[in-house]
């Protein structure tokens, strides 16, 4: 067993893991959070266009990878933005023209061949260099300070984007950034997991952390932890078995979300039950209409209780006001912004 962590490659291939496992939930949490779990899945057909670039011109793929997969996240999120209705279209093309295009410059360059091309596409811990690891390394610095040092304004646009810009966060500029940082992570995964499965280890973390977490800031943490153990036993079972990385590291990522969504449905019912034993307890809210539900749980202070539901007023495109339903985690994205 522990020939395994001889090698130079395999030690290069575990501290990439580990970077990766922390960097991918750490911004797929946002993407799934706002609903676009399948941008990372885009973003890595683009990112093929890059490395095609950098076999071409003899230069590092990772670095023009990023320059590639930072535009494309950019035009990505303008098109969002826009909400024109073509928008579904011109994304289309940008990932197949991305992915038709990396094949092209592939096949044009001297270096296809032992072509390393497949090893982006599917990850594999033997093509992990010192200047790799010094890239993932930096890039992974990056989005942790983004996604750790801004997690209160980000999770704000990511819950309520018009709240948000009411309070005054540069939503826009939010937006971009968390386009941009989706994209570097994509460079940052490519080498273990592969640009077609980098998407995966993204969100399915993401998602296993949901079934047994309730706050955003455990279902974060949780999802890393979930990363870099799924990571770390992919890379070793991969060598092993002689497998490639990323299928293996996606395929345990998956089984542990499987795993987890068992433990989770006796811990549901089992608070459920403590819930309905205990009765509903319900905050102080101010009301549309001036008054308030002083209704709370008895023992609990005054403006402290489990939010259950709450109603804000909205306009309707005819101006018509109507009650809308917030849960607590919206309430607490307001929190945040603030």
């Not at 299928?247 to 309905?276: G, M, N, Q």
Request: net charge neutral; aromatic share 6%.
């Amino acid at each position: 067993m522990t020939e395994m962590f001889q090698p130079d490659f395999m030690q290069r291939a575990f501290l990439a893991a580990v970077l990766v496992g922390v960097t991918a939930p750490s911004i797929g949490i946002y993407l799934v959070q706002r609903r676009q779990a399948l941008m990372g899945d885009g973003i890595g057909h683009v990112a093929l266009t890059g490395v095609g670039l950098g076999f071409l011109f003899q230069a590092n793929p990772m670095w023009t990878a990023v320059l590639v997969c930072v535009l494309g996240a950019v035009v990505m999120e303008l098109v969002r933005a826009r909400g024109n209705q073509r928008g579904d279209i011109a994304l289309a093309m940008l990932f197949y023209g991305g992915m038709a295009g990396g094949k092209l410059l592939v096949s044009m360059s001297s270096q296809s061949g032992a072509g390393s091309l497949e090893s982006y596409l599917w990850g594999s811990i033997l093509f992990v260099s010192p200047g790799d690891l010094a890239v993932i390394g930096l890039l992974a610095a990056v989005v942790l300070a983004v996604t750790i040092g801004l997690r209160r304004q980000l999770f704000a646009i990511c819950q309520d984007e018009e709240f948000a810009r009411v309070t005054g966060l540069p939503v826009r500029v939010l937006n971009l950034l968390l386009a941009v940082m989706a994209a570097v992570t994509v460079t940052v995964a490519m080498r273990v997991v592969g640009l077609l499965l980098v998407s995966a280890l993204m969100v399915v973390p993401v998602a296993a952390a949901q079934q047994l977490t309730r706050s955003f800031a455990a279902t974060q943490a949780a999802a890393i932890g979930v990363g870099v153990v799924t990571a770390l036993l992919g890379v070793g079972t991969s060598y092993q078995a002689d497998l490639p990385s990323g299928p293996t590291i996606v395929f345990l990522a998956i089984l542990t979300f499987a795993l987890f969504s068992a433990v989770a449905a006796p811990l549901a019912r089992r608070r459920h039950r403590a819930s309905a034993e205990h009765g509903p307890a319900v905050c102080d809210v101010s009301l549309p209409g001036g008054g308030a539900d002083s209704t709370r749980e008895p023992g609990t202070a005054e403006g402290v209780g489990t939010v259950l539901e709450i109603t804000e007023p909205v306009r309707t495109p005819a101006g018509t006001a109507v009650g809308k339903p917030l849960s607590g985690e919206s309430l607490s994205s307001r929190g945040l912004a603030q």
